[in-house]
């Protein structure tokens, strides 16, 4: 898809704010610390492209001015600092907004689901060769379309936000460029993560570093170089209300009966079906280890819980182990098992073992992204590994800025074998869509083996 860039804005709050070191969690500087692509496509009204008397891009920057006041972190940069840690400069430096447009029009994209190719050119670029200092912590891009559409493709920083605070601040920023006031201003504290001292044993420096560190690799192989080369496709597969509702029939058969126990959860069917069709689009060795990974949102697991609205990172990423044969051989409900244990084990004496074995490491490069991503070092969960993440409890959809509700509402592009998002439908049924990449050799088959059940 060809687009062309118009111009392009650094927006600054539009009022004093905060301006000096603003500290970060161990969390906020491990994992994905890269930024998370989302796309938003809209059908503006034509009464309303003809009465407002403000145009979208001018909207857009207006209403991100002020909600930068209430949400000024997102306004500043990031260094590193000694041990590979980073800290965030409150300066103000601003949000990038980039006007474009394209001669497609929305009809180009079908139902979306089949065209993500399309998005890479509609989602505002990050330069990961540039020093970090000078990246932007959010980028959006908005791109008018020849029909009269608009797409608003978003990049915000998994240093300062996951998904819960990302999409806070989008709500909120809509809700400004309607013309309505905040809601509620975010909740932050720096110190919400420093150590504590465990009252009981906790896990040892070797159990967690297990947990955390590099997931299986294929039988026979040394690294897993081979595999991140390979070519990756990207693919949605939706699941209807009645499908995933079989599933969770069929896992929960077996199970000692409805009162004593508590059924799977829709992620946990959803995630173990996955886990299977992808080892067997694999063709893994029934010996072959493999994991899942998966994300855990700690804010109501703590004690006390965080406050209501807690912006950063309160998310710790957790894994679920076993072996390729038994996840194809046994029943459904025995993977659902597997993961729940995984699920169960992130409790608040968990949560403080794994902050404290983060800070108590003299570097976290191993633990970070950006640098596998440059190295080829580091977690990497595809072949024979999978890590399906769950936006089923975020509320994605209904972003209106003043010009209506989206269209349609996505994961930008993402082209690392293994990963793997599990959104809610549309009309919040039941149903569910599986936004996955895989490797190009694999996804016929997995594709197969997804809709067999």
């Not at 001669?103 to 890479?120: H, P």
């Not at 300062?160 to 809509?174: C, K, N, P, R």
């Not at 996505?410 to 895989?438: F, R």
């Amino acid at each position: 898809m060809e687009v062309t860039i118009k111009c392009s804005y650094m927006v600054k709050p539009n009022e004093p704010t905060y301006m000096g070191v603003f500290g970060l969690s161990e969390w906020d500087q491990t994992g994905m610390i890269t930024h998370v692509p989302t796309v938003y496509f809209y059908k503006p009204s034509q009464e309303w492209c003809t009465s407002s008397t403000r145009s979208i891009i001018d909207t857009l920057k207006e209403s991100l001015s002020r909600v930068l006041v209430h949400f000024y972190p997102l306004a500043g940069r990031v260094r590193w600092i000694r041990q590979r840690r980073l800290e965030l400069m409150c300066d103000t430096m601003g949000v990038e907004l980039i006007e474009a447009e394209s001669s497609n029009e929305l009809s180009d994209f079908g139902d979306f689901s089949s065209q993500t190719n399309l998005f890479e050119n509609l989602i505002p670029f990050v330069n990961y060769g540039k020093p970090i200092d000078e990246l932007p912590l959010v980028l959006g891009q908005l791109t008018k379309f020849r029909c009269g559409g608009v797409c608003l493709g978003v990049n915000i920083s998994h240093i300062l936000a996951d998904g819960q605070s990302a999409l806070h601040f989008m709500a909120e920023w809509a809700r400004l460029a309607r013309g309505e006031p905040l809601q509620m201003a975010p909740y932050f504290n720096p110190d919400a993560f420093r150590s504590r001292q465990l009252p009981t044993k906790s896990l040892t420096p070797c159990d967690m570093h297990t947990e955390l560190g590099t997931p299986p690799l294929l039988t026979g192989q040394e690294n897993n170089l081979d595999e991140r080369k390979k070519v990756t496709t990207v693919a949605i597969l939706p699941l209807s209300k009645d499908q995933v509702e079989s599933l969770k029939k069929v896992a929960n058969e077996g199970v000692n009966g409805p009162n004593t126990y508590n059924p799977y959860t829709r992620y946990e069917v959803v995630a173990a079906h996955v886990w299977r069709s992808a080892c067997k689009a694999r063709e893994h060795h029934l010996e072959q280890p493999t994991c899942l990974g998966f994300s855990v949102d700690v804010r109501n697991r703590l004690h006390p819980p965080l406050p209501p609205k807690y912006f950063g990172n309160a998310i710790l990423d957790a894994v679920a182990s076993s072996r390729s044969g038994d996840i194809i051989t046994h029943p459904l409900g025995c993977t659902c098992a597997t993961i729940r244990e995984a699920i169960e084990k992130v409790d608040d004496q968990y949560i403080w073992s794994n902050i404290n074995f983060l800070k108590n490491l003299s570097d976290l490069t191993p633990f970070q992204d950006l640098h596998a991503r440059k190295s080829g070092d580091g977690p990497f969960y595809g072949n024979p590994n999978i890590g399906v993440i769950s936006w089923l409890t975020l509320p994605i959809y209904g972003l209106d800025f003043g010009w209506g509700k989206e269209i349609y509402m996505g994961p930008g592009t993402h082209e690392s074998d293994g990963d793997c998002l599990i959104l809610p439908g549309l009309v919040n049924d039941g149903s569910v869509k599986v936004a996955i990449c895989l490797q190009l050799a694999h996804m016929d088959a997995f594709k197969k083996y997804f809709y067999e059940h």
